[in-house]
Nanobody, 116 residues
Framework: QVEFVESGGALVQPGGSLKLSCVASGFTFSTEPVSWYRQADGKEPEWVGVISAPSTYKNYADSVMGRFSISRDNAHNTAYLQMNDLQPGDTALYYC?????????YGQGTQVTVSS
């Protein structure tokens, strides 16, 4: 079955950086776009960004544009989210997504907390 295991979340001070990882299994990772989402306590999920299968296309939410960057390593079925200049508003559970045959699959997520 489709599975994602996210890691790398932590408590970080404002202005700091983190790199999240998402290891996928259960589908042909190298042929599918992968998205990152986040959800803060009491809020709706927010799309963060997407990367195409060959990494030739990337797009980001306005809220993270210029600060976050998505990459992937198809040889290791892993997607990454590099987050720079983190702010308290970035505090959320971050998780991966893939859409297969019209169905969305999500990971359990990794918690990022930005606080001084």
């Amino acid at each position: 079955q489709v599975e994602f295991v996210e890691s790398g979340g932590a408590l970080v001070q404002p202005g700091g950086s983190l790199k999240l990882s998402c290891v996928a299994s259960g589908f042909t990772f190298s042929t599918e776009p992968v998205s990152w989402y986040r959800q803060a306590d009491g809020k709706e999920p927010e799309w963060v960004g997407v990367i195409s299968a060959p990494s030739t296309y990337k797009n980001y939410a306005d809220s993270v544009m210029g600060r976050f960057s998505i990459s992937r390593d198809n040889a290791h079925n892993t997607a990454y989210l590099q987050m720079n200049d983190l702010q308290p508003g970035d505090t959320a559970l971050y998780y991966c997504n893939v859409r297969l045959s019209g169905y969305d699959y999500y990971g359990q997520g990794t918690q990022v907390t930005v606080s001084s």
